[in-house]
């Protein structure tokens, strides 16, 4: 299937001429990795729609058939290939209020911002861009998006393949990737209780929820970091925010015991040097008996 990288025109008149569809920005995200959407690089996108991938990405040329409904936001299974939707499940009427806690629960609705093709002039009348400074940005930035969609669509035909790369900052996790992500989580639960009265709240609280998981595939990779004292602190802080937010019951599961822990202290004599092994565990075991 041809793919196309190129801004679609469609003439209005002999005179005029009225850009129509989706296009290709070329802004990146700090590294040079992946773009990130500031206003400078809405500004030089011409077109009605917003998509979100890496240099080189394509646009198929069908795309232009759903931008033509005027819908706010298209899904896109991309690389995904794990959804759950209910049996007899209708979306004919394309309105996102309704369903979004169900597209949440399937996986169509997820943090990733390259599963979505967003109307541009939601974002820029909405103000909706990546924070600045911030790595795993697109958890934020979907949980504001929401708020602001009233109807969409699915592309189910898979136009764009996503890979980490062996140098992206999603596959060397270092202590930045923890803290952003906290800190991004912290303001997601903020922004449940700010709106509880929403109507879509049962998928936001699903939606952040969801990607509390994420934090805990951080942590496991930062047990000999060298800030693992301040991690574990700020970790155990947040834990006790959202076990309020959500019940106890609910996030034991998604979030590591001090007793897991202390387990995996074995596993740290073999990767530390022998004469500092007694004082790391030490340290260790004296912040988890707290």
Not at 62 to 81: F, M, T, Y
Not at 146 to 158: E, L, V
Request: charged letters at 25%.
């Amino acid at each position: 299937m041809r793919r196309i990288c190129r801004q679609i025109s469609a003439y209005k008149s002999d005179s005029s001429r009225k850009r129509r569809a989706v296009g290709c920005p070329q802004r990146r995200y700090p590294g040079g990795k992946r773009r990130l959407p500031n206003l400078f690089g809405q500004r030089r996108l011409l077109g009605r729609y917003q998509p979100f991938k890496k240099r080189g990405g394509g646009i198929l040329f069908d795309l232009q058939q759903l931008a033509d409904k005027k819908v706010d936001l298209i899904l896109h299974p991309s690389s995904l290939n794990y959804h759950v939707i209910p049996k007899g499940a209708d979306f004919s009427d394309n309105d996102f209020v309704r369903h979004f806690e169900t597209l949440v629960e399937g996986r169509y609705y997820i943090a990733n911002a390259w599963t979505k093709i967003v109307r541009r002039e939601i974002i820029i009348k909405n103000n909706l861009f990546f924070p600045k400074g911030y790595i795993h940005e697109d958890f934020p930035y979907s949980l504001q998006l929401a708020r602001f969609i009233k109807t969409f669509a699915f592309y189910d035909n898979p136009f764009y393949q996503y890979r980490v790369l062996g140098n992206s900052i999603s596959h060397n996790i270092k202590y930045k990737n923890f803290s952003d992500m906290l800190a991004h989580l912290d303001r997601g639960v903020d922004f449940l209780v700010e709106n509880k009265n929403s109507p879509i709240y049962g998928g936001l609280q699903k939606f952040v929820f969801d990607n509390i998981g994420y934090l805990r595939s951080i942590l496991v990779r930062l047990y000999f970091s060298k800030n693992i004292i301040v991690i574990y602190r700020k970790y155990f802080s947040f834990k006790e925010k959202c076990r309020k937010i959500f019940g106890a019951k609910a996030i034991r599961p998604v979030f590591i015991g001090k007793t897991a822990f202390i387990i995996g202290l074995p596993i740290l004599r073999l990767l530390v040097p022998p004469m500092l092994y007694p004082a790391i565990k030490a340290v260790y075991q004296k912040f988890f008996s707290e």
